[in-house]
Every structure is written in C-alpha cells, then in structure tokens.
Nanobody, 123 residues
C-alpha cells in the first residue's frame, strides 16, 4: 500500500499563492509518476498536473498552465504544487495520486489517493 498525505491548503485572496505538499510513504517502489487532481463538491475529479518521478518532466492541464508548477523531492518522497495567480475558480479540494503504471489525465488510472486538502480562493 501507498500512503499519501497532502498539506498546505487554506484560504487565499485572488491573485495570491499557495504551496501544497504531498508526502508518500508505505510500499517502497519506484513511482513512475505522481499527479495532482482537484474536485469541487458534486463534480468529478479534474486533472491538474503530473510529474514523471524519474525525469521530473511535468504536464499540466490548460486551466493551470503558466500559473501552477509541480516539483518533487525524491529523497523525501514528496511532491510539491506551487500555485500562483490563484483565481476563485481554483477553489477545490486538491488530491495527490499515484498511478498503477504510467498514469495520464484519467483519475481511474490512479488507485492510490490522499485524503485531500481544501484550497479556497476568495474574490
């Protein structure tokens, strides 16, 4: 099993910044990638971005490209989501997830999830 714990959420004004962390522990295997998703109550999980664990290559949803940056600390098994220029529409619960194999933008490809952290952006 893989345990994922998100932290760093909170309330911020539009235009502000937040930094989320996702700490992974448990089963020791080499993750191919880790990803961030977000969810608004009543809606499906929305892909935010992912990082190739080995190369650090990142891929983002168009809605966050240029504003959000994903990085990782391999030694600490931690993934970071730096969110800048936040907008009210970024308000959601943010989750980190690990895919079964490669992992794309479909949440069904990710069997391991954290509990999420709330991000609220006020206008």
């Amino acid at each position: 099993q893989v345990q994922l714990v998100e932290s760093g959420g909170g309330l911020v004004q539009a235009g502000g910044s937040l930094r989320l962390s996702c700490a992974a522990s448990g089963r020791t295997f080499s993750y191919y990638a880790m990803a961030w998703f977000r969810q608004v109550l009543g809606k499906e999980h929305e892909f935010v971005g992912r990082i190739n664990w080995s190369t650090g290559t990142t891929y983002y949803a168009d809605s966050v490209k240029g504003r959000f940056t994903i990085s990782r600390d391999k030694a600490k098994n931690t993934m970071i989501l730096q969110m800048n220029s936040l907008k009210p529409e970024d308000t959601a619960v943010y989750y980190c997830a690990v895919p079964r194999v490669v992992g794309g933008t479909n949440p069904n490809e990710y069997p391991y999830w954290g509990r999420g952290t709330q991000v609220t952006v006020s206008s």
